[in-house]
């Protein structure tokens, strides 16, 4: 999750569209890394707080729950997700995430 979050920062799109788990819906979408690109010169990236992180299972599913502050032109977009991930061939790849919808610390999610 870190890295995915580190990449939006640095504006890395490939890497996002690179960890994406081929079981996610926008995999193989020829713009997807357009959307990428463009949600990271867009957006300013200013924290990520993971609040939970859940092994894997015995299927190989592993999940975490982080806070992620995101900005869009002074608007607060901040939100909480619990992600999960499953590995492939190379390493953990992001499948889905579902948005928590009371932010745990307090503040706008």
């Known amino acids: 999750m870190r890295s995915r979050y580190a990449a939006f920062v640095e504006k890395q799109a490939p890497y996002l ?8 819906e926008d995999h193989g979408r020829p713009e997807l890394l357009a959307a990428s690109r ?4 867009t957006n300013r990236y200013l924290g990520l707080t993971v609040l939970e992180v859940e092994a894997p299972d ?7 729950t982080f806070r992620a502050k995101v900005f869009r032109k002074g608007v607060d977009l901040s939100f909480v997700e619990r992600s999960r991930f499953e590995r492939d061939g190379e390493g953990w790849r992001y499948v889905g995430g579902e948005l928590r919808g009371a932010d745990p610390l307090g503040q706008r999610a």
Do not use: D, I, K, Q
Not at 38 to 41: D, L, S
């Open 17 to 24: 569209v690179r960890t994406l788990h081929p079981s996610h």
């Open 58 to 64: 015995a299927e190989g599913v592993a999940y975490v």
């Open 38 to 41: 463009n949600a990271c010169a």
